[in-house]
C-alpha cells in the first residue's frame, strides 16, 4: 500500500489583502469596475428617461432623490475617483511617449492627465452650471 504525500498548505485568511496598503488599494480599485458600469447603467436610464417624455423625466428624478440612491451614488462616486486616480498614477508607467527620440519625464504625463482632467471637470461645470 503506497501512500503520495500530501503538501502542507498554510490556511490564507480571506481578508488577506487588507494587511497592506498596496493590496487594499488594488482590491478596491478592482471592485470600483462594478461601479464604474453603475454609472454607464445610470447614465443609459436617465437618457432612457429624458427620451420617453417629460413624465418618465420626472419619474427618474423622483426615484433619484431617494436617500439609498442618494448614498448609492455617492459611494460610487467615491468609487469612481479612486479609479480615476490609481488609473492616471499608473498612467507612466503604461504610457511611453517620445519627443524628438527623447522620453517624456514620467512626472509630465502625469502631469498632464491631472490638467486636462481639471480642464475638462471645469468645461463640463461651466456647460452644465451657466
Known amino acids: 500500500m503506497t501512500t503520495t504525500p500530501r503538501l502542507y498548505r498554510?490556511?490564507?485568511?480571506?481578508?488577506?489583502?487588507?494587511?497592506?496598503?498596496?493590496?487594499?488599494?488594488?482590491?478596491l480599485r478592482e471592485l470600483s469596475s462594478v461601479f464604474v458600469a453603475w454609472f454607464v447603467v445610470y447614465l443609459l436610464l436617465l437618457?432612457?428617461?429624458?427620451?420617453?417624455?417629460?413624465?418618465?423625466y420626472q419619474r427618474f428624478l423622483?426615484?433619484?432623490?431617494?436617500?439609498?440612491?442618494?448614498?448609492?451614488?455617492?459611494?460610487?462616486?467615491?468609487?469612481v475617483l479612486l479609479?480615476?486616480?490609481t488609473w492616471f498614477n499608473l498612467a507612466p508607467k503604461a504610457i511611453v511617449v517620445r519627443v524628438r527620440n527623447r522620453r517624456v519625464a514620467p512626472a509630465v504625463i502625469l502631469g498632464l492627465h491631472?490638467?486636462?482632467?481639471?480642464?475638462?471637470?471645469?468645461?463640463?461645470?461651466?456647460?452644465?452650471?451657466?
Open 114 to 130: 491631472y490638467l486636462l482632467w481639471g480642464l475638462l471637470t471645469a468645461i463640463t461645470l461651466w456647460v452644465v452650471l451657466r
Open 10 to 27: 498554510k490556511p490564507i485568511s480571506r481578508f488577506w489583502w487588507v494587511r497592506r496598503r498596496s493590496y487594499l488599494i488594488f482590491v
Open 47 to 56: 437618457v432612457n428617461a429624458v427620451s420617453s417624455g417629460s413624465e418618465e
Open 83 to 85: 479609479h480615476t486616480v
Open 62 to 79: 423622483s426615484r433619484s432623490a431617494h436617500p439609498w440612491m442618494l448614498a448609492l451614488n455617492g459611494i460610487a462616486l467615491l468609487f
